[in-house]
């Protein structure tokens, strides 16, 4: 069965402002998000499908981009160079890493969009990249045996939004934003009102995910038991708030 350790761990650690393997995470990972914890900076996302050096911040809308700041995913972790961001001397940090495929990807033609996949089926997780084509209509594969029921996208070329679908909004109609605290609304569609299938995700011709001949990049999970749960709950304002059932004890 699945070992979820070996397929997602969170490591924190103190930057030192020079070169330093991050060790712990216990297996080689091929999405790392990292966030200074004792000051505010941007969050950072690195993954194996789009290189070391390709950087892009959930907290932010700008384009993916260039810096050395990290170097490379290690068997036990990963490697950064000094940077203020991910490296700053005395700063502590956490990562959240995910193991995908060995940063192994493999062409995907299930949707009308011919996308770029790596994915971990057993854990529910895979890594997406497409080229936009403008389509209204489109759909690009995910990799995975059942639908994601989360899925995070961002405009790699250009500035914009990101864009959330998540099984527990309203309807597929709606949208969540990462880099916004705004409640779901139905602004752009960018499903095309039209929840993921098990080998699709929909898009709509919104600039956020699809204009064409710009570029993306989309992660893509779903629950997987003993593993990982997504959905929703309904708070109750009391001290004694709600119990969340995910069927699994949470430790990672």
């Known amino acids: 069965g699945l070992t979820p350790s070996e397929?997602?761990?969170?490591?924190?650690?103190?930057?030192?402002?020079g070169t330093q393997a991050i060790t712990g995470v216990?297996?080689?990972?091929?999405?790392?998000?990292?966030?200074?914890r004792s000051q505010a900076e941007n969050h950072n996302l690195i993954d194996s499908t789009r290189g070391t050096n390709k950087i892009i911040s959930s907290n932010l809308t700008g384009a993916e981009f260039t810096s050395t700041r990290f170097t490379s995913f290690d068997t036990d972790g990963f490697t950064l160079a000094n940077n203020n961001e991910t490296n700053d001397n005395g700063v502590t940090y956490v990562a959240w890493c995910w193991k995908a495929n060995a940063g192994t990807t493999s062409s995907n033609g299930d949707g009308s969009i011919?996308?770029?996949?790596?994915?971990?089926?057993?854990?529910?997780?895979?890594?997406?990249?497409?080229t936009g084509d403008g389509a209204s209509t489109s759909t690009i594969g995910h990799g995975l045996d059942s639908?994601?029921?989360?899925?995070?996208?961002?405009?790699?070329?250009?500035?914009?939004?990101w864009p959330v679908y998540s099984s527990g909004t309203t309807n597929a109609g709606y949208r969540l934003v990462l880099n916004s605290n705004g409640a779901e609304?139905?602004?752009?569609?960018?499903?095309?009102?039209?929840?993921?299938?098990?080998?699709?995700?929909?898009?709509?011709?919104?600039?956020?995910?699809?204009?064409?001949?710009?570029?993306?990049?989309?992660?893509?999970?779903?629950?997987?038991?003993?593993f990982s749960k997504f959905g929703t709950y309904i708070g109750n304002?009391?001290?004694?708030?709600?119990?969340?059932e995910t069927g699994f004890e949470v430790g990672y």
């Open 237 to 244: 304002g009391s001290a004694n708030g709600p119990i969340v």
């Open 147 to 161: 639908a994601p029921e989360l899925v995070l996208l961002k405009t790699r070329s250009h500035t914009s939004d």
């Open 185 to 226: 609304s139905t602004t752009n569609n960018p499903w095309n009102s039209t929840a993921p299938t098990s080998t699709v995700i929909n898009l709509g011709s919104s600039g956020n995910v699809n204009i064409s001949s710009r570029t993306f990049v989309a992660y893509a999970f779903h629950s997987v038991a003993g």
């Open 26 to 36: 216990g297996f080689k990972p091929d999405f790392v998000w990292i966030k200074e």
């Open 114 to 130: 011919t996308s770029t996949v790596q994915a971990n089926t057993a854990a529910g997780f895979s890594i997406i990249t497409y």
């Open 7 to 17: 397929n997602f761990k969170t490591v924190t650690y103190t930057g030192n402002s």
